[in-house]
């Protein structure tokens, strides 16, 4: 049964989302689950006009196709090689990204892809320079750290006004039951959790503090091969003495947080409150407002075409963090 909220979301959606509200043409590919989320997120930044969608499940594709009022594109071929269309913009499982990113820059097409760019930091930059080749712009899909509450941390962390930064840890944890879902897949998802959920926290400690000097980790099942439990766990070594830790798992009950540990307090949150907390002091919860990160990524995506700037996450950054990703399997100085 739909809730009163979700009734009221879906009739929000219904009449602000527009698919032709901006100059820059379009196409789609992988309009269900998050893809619907990303599709949201483009037509809620109006920089956009989505010329056309494409879904190997047809039904999402012809769903949005017509309840947008856009073209729906039975070949993903033939979306490539419409002329309205200057931008793809890509939600697929990850062991379908490279061929995607190289059609879509064979089509001379910018592209924008979900998170990881590659389940390999190598096959990361690879696509970085087939990309730079073709001429075209690639944009990979890590929101999380543009989120309000993170870029809060990050103005506080720059500030000093919590002294030195010693150490932070997180843990993410987010059940997926069914053996079917291609996230816990070895093929499809070597690096499980880490993989799909780690990669957040592991760019958010990025941008706080820089590309770890050293990373090491750990890991049960992952790539995933039994019904056992998973889990993955990275320790990262920063400038300035930083360290951190994140563990994550697709077998425990969904759980996001994140610790920041100063000489002079700490910071924490949920992924969307902070609590500050400063030395001998209660300490204090706040919710930041800004621009959700969904909508922002898209907003420099269309910054950069129109202007020709790189993105803030393109090849070589998505690699940085697939780097730390690896190291569940052995120690690796990056």
């Not at 070949?75 to 890509?90: G, H, N, P, T």
């Not at 920041?260 to 209660?282: D, H, P, Y």
Request: proline share 3%; aromatic share 8%; hydrophobic share 40%.
């Amino acid at each position: 049964m739909m809730t009163p909220f979700k009734l009221y979301q879906g009739l929000y959606n219904r009449l602000t989302l527009k698919a032709h509200r901006g100059s820059i043409g379009i196409g789609l590919i992988g309009v269900g689950g998050w893809g619907a989320a990303n599709a949201r997120n483009i037509m809620r930044c109006r920089r956009f006009n989505i010329c056309g969608v494409y879904d190997k499940h047809l039904q999402f594709a012809n769903r949005f196709a017509s309840r947008y009022g856009t073209q729906c594109f039975e070949q993903m071929d033939e979306m490539l090689d419409a002329d309205d269309i200057q931008v793809i913009a890509a939600t697929v499982p990850n062991h379908f990204h490279a061929e995607v990113v190289k059609a879509a820059a064979d089509a001379g097409k910018h592209v924008f892809i979900e998170k990881p760019l590659a389940s390999s930091s190598d096959l990361c930059r690879e696509l970085g320079e087939y990309c730079r080749d073709k001429g075209v712009i690639l944009q990979v899909g890590h929101q999380v750290y543009r989120e309000p509450v993170y870029c809060e941390m990050k103005r506080i962390i720059d500030s000093g006004g919590m002294g030195r930064p010693l150490y932070a840890q997180a843990v993410y944890a987010l059940a997926r039951r069914t053996r079917d879902d291609w996230r816990q897949d070895a093929t499809s998802c070597p690096g499980g959790s880490m993989e799909q959920l780690g990669v957040h926290l592991i760019d958010v400690l990025i941008h706080f503090f820089g590309v770890p000097l050293k990373t090491k980790g750990w890991a049960e099942n992952i790539p995933r091969t039994s019904d056992k439990a998973d889990w993955g766990s990275v320790l990262m070594s920063f400038d300035h003495n930083v360290t951190a830790s994140i563990s994550t798992s697709f077998s425990s009950p969904s759980h996001m947080r994140l610790d920041v540990f100063f000489e002079g307090g700490n910071l924490s949150t949920n992924g969307e409150t902070l609590w500050i907390t400063r030395a001998g002091t209660k300490g204090r919860k706040v919710k930041p407002r800004g621009l959700a990160g969904g909508v922002s990524q898209f907003m420099e995506f269309a910054d950069c075409i129109e202007l020709g700037n790189d993105p803030e996450i393109g090849a070589l950054q998505a690699a940085a963090v697939m780097d730390v990703v690896r190291s569940i399997y052995c120690e690796k100085e990056i």
